[in-house]
């Protein structure tokens, strides 16, 4: 007599737990995507870069390594490098800002 009811019960547990993994499943679908990458600087530049600039466009932080920001720097080049049909003026923008949170040049401003 025990053993329908033991039976039964499980069935009845299977069946709850099915019935909750299918509604956890359609609640995990039917939220909004989230943006997985990280958003890129947006915007015009300024006259002469400053540091902010620099960092936003390299996607770094402000004071950061310098192996970061070569790192930084050699992963946007590869999507912007001219000789891949990148723009002539942006490449000249992210090697500006290199060398601004590198210390190399002084707000010299690009060649464009």
């Known amino acids: 007599m025990e053993t329908p009811m033991v039976a039964g019960a499980a069935v009845a547990a299977a069946a709850l737990a099915g ?3 299918i509604l956890a499943w359609q609640a995990f679908k039917a939220r909004p995507p989230v943006a997985r990458m990280r958003r890129f600087y947006e915007g015009g530049f300024q006259t002469a870069m400053t540091r902010r600039e620099a960092a936003l466009i390299l996607g770094v932080r402000e004071r950061v390594a310098a192996e970061k920001v070569k790192e930084a720097h050699r992963r946007v080049m590869v999507a912007n ?12 923008k992210i090697n500006e ?3 601004i949170l590198l210390g190399k040049s002084s707000n010299s401003g690009s060649a464009f």
Not at 81 to 92: K, T
Request: glycine share 16%; net charge neutral; charged share 20%.
């Open 81 to 92: 490098h001219p000789d891949a049909g990148g723009s002539h003026y942006l490449a000249s």
């Open 19 to 21: 019935r909750y993994g």
């Open 97 to 99: 800002a290199k060398d």
